[in-house]
């Protein structure tokens, strides 16, 4: 169900929006995007009976590769915002 009403205070005007950032770095995205290969693939690997030093590996050298996108998203995400 939607919400009919405006968000904002109780007078029914609308928040205000976003402000405008850069996005953040390309570490900042290689390190979240090595953390989120981590969690999908720690499980798995682990029943497999993978090594523990060998999955931390495998997710840097999965997470590094997406770096780039996942930060290319952002910016477009961003510029997107409506001023």
Do not use: N
Not at 6 to 14: I, K, L, Q, T, V
Not at 65 to 76: V, Y
């Amino acid at each position: 169900m939607t919400d009919p009403e405006p968000r904002g205070d109780s007078e029914g005007e609308a928040s205000a929006p976003l402000r405008r950032r850069p996005p953040r770095s390309l570490a900042v995205h290689a390190a979240a995007d090595a953390g989120i290969v981590f969690l999908v693939a720690v499980l798995p690997a682990l029943f497999l009976g993978a090594p523990f030093w060998a999955i931390v590996v495998g997710a840097i050298l999965g997470g590094l590769p997406a770096a780039p996108f996942t930060r290319r998203a952002e910016a477009r995400a961003l510029a997107a915002r409506p001023e």
